[in-house]
């Protein structure tokens, strides 16, 4: 039949030249007079264009209106399902349902909860959805770009033209639709945006778009996340009773690309990973790998902290339900998995989150809130409820479409202070004319109390550098509502004063001494981490002072002295084997260094300590309250030691450590402990097994009836030199061990230390 144009001719110009920001109003199907059917379509590929109606086979030619590719054709009755049949200039023909025949797929109340920033699961509405409509299979899209003129779909199946796509704008919050039929799962999409302001325009990734192409490519590709078999319903359901506060908990923070590599130097793939890295760290004793960010981005060298898709997990190691079944097989091991998520900033990056519907959409257009001067990103808006409502939708997409069990979040004093990193004058105060950003504090309280909620069990960490008060403490205390936080003070004291020669530890006691005047104050994680061996710092072996023996002494010392202090424990990659190189995220950990004994003792120390954390209720239950820790020697700054008990809920369960940071073998160290008996040293630093000199107490000592320090009993000990001795109350033997002096004085004081092999 002819074609009858009911559109003015100014809708058609706006329609070819990209610009047309109502397409539902022209192209589709359209009541028009004597009852009839408009339908029109926008097909620059087409030489002729047919229509279809699914009901009768009917065929109608449709009528070229303009040589663009805009058809026309008006069929008789009512509202019908229908095809399309194109015939292209290069002679192929296809046949395609029209996205301008389908309603709109989200609600009101979609629109609504999108609008208020409560939507919590946005990411099931927004981004790119494999759906089927009145048996049509497609994809549906959607986007928030409330400045936007236009928006258009684009990819290969319309050759990457914007006039081929234009979405539906919901009026009255910015966000756009359209459900293309045909497309599926590998489709390769982006969003072309055309602005109000300054006629920009840009071709833009999906801020929710679940995968992205393999860098350094980095479209947008439509994928699937359901369907995967998971196996690990016994740890989600073990993870939702047990308390995190009074667990072991180890973590081995780990970069994907360079724990271990191939041959050929290519990355592992999740799956490989899964396979390799899941068993070392299951032998090693750790109980959670903390993976640095896994969120695609666009550079190796910014080891994933330059976030351009939040919601999809980097491309360079494989597919999602890749990343599915890395996760999963941690679970299955009893290992947790930890992810490092970046809601501070993102990077400046032109076809992701920047600038994107021509204004500053998720930051502040005033560089003085909206951009991070050390790192040349942007500074997330968290006034806008649709930026609160991306990111917390984002903690929560992790947590359930990948099982994570925590979020580690960076750099979260960059987003509490509105003058971090800045000078006077180069920051806005808030309406109280302080320097606290209200707006982000809002958006923590309601991210930690969120995802508690959502996910009982689940972990949020916190690396937060300043004496920020109660970040780790619930927020109806008028905490921030994190579990842990980083304990920033006690990794640079330490450092500092594992950096001093042995001479003059004497005058830096106060490192040590002084975590324990705040350690109780928040939910603190010791983290020795990525951080601290990059950027020239040296690795933890090389910060270590004196020569070559004593650094491994010393490294051991260090993560004794680590693991029996209260708090939970966390190691970078790399630190378990003493890797003497500075990490690079361009090659893998020297694992040829485990040839060496050196090496392999350090390796042997750190499974152990692991054991012994899992083991012990002493260094678990109390890692945040006085009542898990006390000194028996704090003073004694002219000889470098440091003794002091780890308790357990059962007063009678309890660990001596003693530590001796200088290299001089200490005899007839005496201190003073709560209980007669035999104490069993299940744990010394020096044994050979470790890469020691085998300085030790013969397995263990008598208590002699001297009082010493606050005690009526107190035992004489050897201390080796940079060594840890950790010693048990063996009490089901006590009763048949010799008492008194006789009870050591016949043993060697330079019997091997224990090994626990």
């Not at 402990?673 to 263990?700: M, R, W």
Request: charged share 20%.
């Amino acid at each position: 039949m002819s074609a009858v144009t009911h559109v003015h001719p100014d809708s058609i110009r706006d329609l070819l030249n990209a610009t047309h920001g109502d397409p539902f109003s022209v192209l589709g199907a359209h009541l028009v007079p004597e009852d009839q059917l408009a339908i029109r379509a926008l097909r620059p590929t087409a030489k002729t264009l047919t229509v279809i109606v699914d009901s009768t086979d009917e065929r109608f030619e449709m009528t070229r209106s303009r040589p663009e590719g805009f058809f026309e054709v008006t069929i008789p009755g009512g509202q019908v399902l229908y095809h399309f049949e194109e015939a292209t200039w290069d002679g192929q023909t296809r046949t395609f349902y029209d996205p301008y025949e389908f309603s709109a797929l989200l609600t009101d109340y979609d629109l609504y909860l999108l609008g208020e920033g409560k939507h919590l699961y946005s990411y099931e509405k927004l981004g790119a959805h494999v759906t089927e409509i009145d048996g049509i299979k497609g994809v549906n899209f959607a986007v928030w770009a409330p400045s936007a003129q236009r928006v258009s779909v684009v990819g290969e199946f319309n050759e990457w033209d914007a006039r081929v796509h234009p979405m539906r704008l919901h009026p009255g919050n910015g966000v756009w639709e359209l459900f293309i039929p045909g497309l599926g799962e590998g489709t390769v999409y982006r969003y072309n945006v055309f602005s109000r302001y300054n006629g920009y325009r840009a071709d833009k990734s999906d801020p929710y778009g679940f995968l992205m192409e393999k860098r350094p490519q980095n479209a947008s590709v439509v994928c699937d996340l359901s369907g995967y078999q998971w196996g690990d319903e016994a740890w989600l359901e073990a993870r939702q009773t047990q308390d995190p506060l009074t667990s072991a908990w180890s973590i081995y923070e780990v970069h994907a690309g360079s724990w271990k590599r191939k041959e050929d130097g290519a990355w592992l793939t999740y799956r490989e990973l899964a396979d390799a890295l899941v068993p070392y760290v299951k032998d090693m004793g750790y109980t959670h790998i903390e993976l640095m960010p896994i969120a695609e981005h666009p550079l190796d060298e910014s080891w994933g902290y330059q976030v351009t898709g939040y919601y999809a997990a980097t491309s360079r190691y494989g597919m999602p339900k890749d990343f599915m079944y890395f996760v999963d097989q941690c679970h299955q091991n009893n290992i947790g998995v930890i992810l490092d998520w970046v809601p501070a900033h993102f990077p400046k990056d032109g076809y992701a989150l920047s600038f994107f519907d021509g204004t500053h959409l998720y930051s502040h257009a005033d560089p003085r809130r909206g951009e991070h001067p050390d790192w040349g990103t942007y500074i997330f808006n968290y006034g806008r409820n649709e930026v609160r409502n991306f990111l917390i939708s984002n903690a929560l997409f992790w947590l359930r479409e990948y099982h994570i069990d925590g979020l580690r979040v960076d750099a979260v004093s960059s987003i509490l202070y509105l003058d971090f990193s800045r000078k006077a004058g180069e920051w806005l105060p808030n309406q109280h004319g302080g320097r606290e950003n209200l707006e982000a504090i809002g958006f923590l309280h309601e991210f930690n109390a969120v995802v508690h909620a959502e996910f009982p069990g689940a972990v949020t960490i916190a690396e937060e550098s300043t004496s920020w008060p109660m970040v780790s403490r619930p927020i109806y205390l008028g905490g921030l509502g994190f579990t842990f936080k980083w304990n920033m003070g006690w990794m640079h004291d330490t450092l500092d004063y594992m950096k001093l020669d042995p001479i003059f530890r004497r005058y830096g006691h106060s490192h040590v001494t002084f975590s324990l005047f705040y350690a109780f104050s928040e939910n603190f994680v010791l983290s020795l981490s990525h951080d601290e061996v990059v950027h020239l710092k040296g690795s933890l072996v090389q910060k270590m002072a004196g020569d070559w023996w004593q650094k491994f002494a010393s490294l051991r010392l260090l993560l004794a002295y680590q693991y029996t202090h209260p708090g939970k424990k966390l190691n970078f990659m790399g630190a378990e084997i003493a890797q003497w190189r500075e990490w690079s995220e361009m090659r893998q950990l020297d694992w040829d260094l485990l040839v060496y004994p050196t090496h392999t003792g350090i390796q042997n120390w750190v499974r152990d300590l692991n054991r012994l954390l899992r083991a012990e209720p002493a260094l678990q239950q109390h890692d945040f309250d006085l009542a898990g820790f006390q000194w028996i020697e704090v003073n004694d700054n002219e000889n470098s030691v440091f003794a002091y008990l780890r308790l357990a809920d059962d007063p009678k369960d309890f660990l001596v450590v003693a530590l001796n940071f200088t290299p001089v073998v200490r005899r007839g160290y005496r201190i003073g402990v709560p209980e007669a008996g035999f104490y069993k040293e299940i744990l010394n630093s020096d044994s050979t097994y470790y890469g020691g000199s085998d300085v030790g107490n013969g397995g263990g000592l008598e208590t002699d009836a001297i009082p010493y320090h606050i005690y009526q009993q107190s035992l004489k000990l050897t201390l080796p030199p940079l060594g840890a001795v950790v010693f048990k109350l063996e009490r089901s033997a006590a009763s048949e061990q010799p008492t008194g002096d006789a009870a050591h004085g016949e043993r060697d004081a330079d019997d091997a230390g224990s090994a626990a092999s």
